[in-house]
């Protein structure tokens, strides 16, 4: 089941699933899982390749020399673009501190204030991914086996994957449309109440 919400179809997981990341548990483990780098827009790839100058110094040899030999991005097997990888799973700009824990280095230098753009979008949404459509976006649940104890802490503080995703779902779509899928959400519970 779908809502339409201004130009999107955003699907009932948004508001019934419960999540919110525990990076005690996980480490940040979504950085350096998988078969296929971060989906990545073209302005994305623009500001990041504007930014190298500063974010190589931050990135792992290997990774620096991944972006200097085939750029920051490739075209996965679906044909969607995505950030280069190392070892056909880490993304390039994933960095691993001294307690084991995986961090973004486009995140940290935003947060630190050394650049002024943040990650990718589709990094901040996740678990949500987005579809784009010739007339609609479709916001979409991903559910990833890696992401479990996300999952259950999201169950023990009752916290819908719309509000722990609040954030960054304003910075896609703005704060009227994200206004507009809380009214959405509240009007879905009261009828289930009924």
Partial sequence: M??????????????????????DNC????CIEGDAGAPLTESEEKLIADGLPILKPLMAKQAREIVEKNG?????????????????KDC??????????????????YNEGIINFQKPISCHLY??????HPTYTAVEYHRWDIC?????????LHLPIYQFLREPLIRRFGKEWYDELELVAQEWKKQKTQ
């Avoid at 955003?10 to 999540?19: C, G, R, W």
């Avoid at 678990?127 to 784009?132: A, D, G, H, Q, S």
């Fill in 27 to 30: 480490k940040g483990c979504c």
């Fill in 127 to 132: 678990p949500i991914r987005l579809t784009e």
């Fill in 72 to 88: 920051i991005s490739y075209f996965d097997q679906t044909g969607e673009r995505v950030t280069q990888i190392i070892n056909n």
């Fill in 148 to 156: 479990h104890c996300a999952r259950q802490l999201g169950k023990k």
């Fill in 2 to 23: 779908f809502f339409h919400i201004q130009n999107t179809l955003v699907t009932l997981d948004i508001i019934e699933k419960e999540f919110c990341c525990d990076l």
């Fill in 92 to 109: 390039v700009f994933a960095r691993t501190d001294h307690k084991g824990w995986c961090y973004c280095i486009i995140e940290k230098a």
